[in-house]
């Protein structure tokens, strides 16, 4: 864990990222990152890594639905099953 000092930048606070970890975590300068109080705690997000992970989760279920047309009950694929439930 690394400890830095708060400073004030205008009529805001700032906190400076060590070069190192900002390495560590791939930030660069002039990125976009996310800020907000999580329980009492500050909690930054790099806006490029939630993109990330939003786009490894599409594609997780993107495959899990491809991957589900070959389970079928009694003739029917999974997602013919689910289009059948939504019609009644």
Sequence with gaps: MTSVIVGKWGRNLAIRVPAALAETVGLSDGEAVEIEAVHGDLMIRRS????????????????????????????MSIRELLDEGRRG
Aim: aromatic residues 4%.
């Design 48 to 75: 490029a890594a939630q993109a990330e992970v939003r786009r490894r989760a599409e594609a997780a279920a993107a495959e899990m639905e491809a991957e589900s047309q070959h389970y079928r009950l009694n003739g």
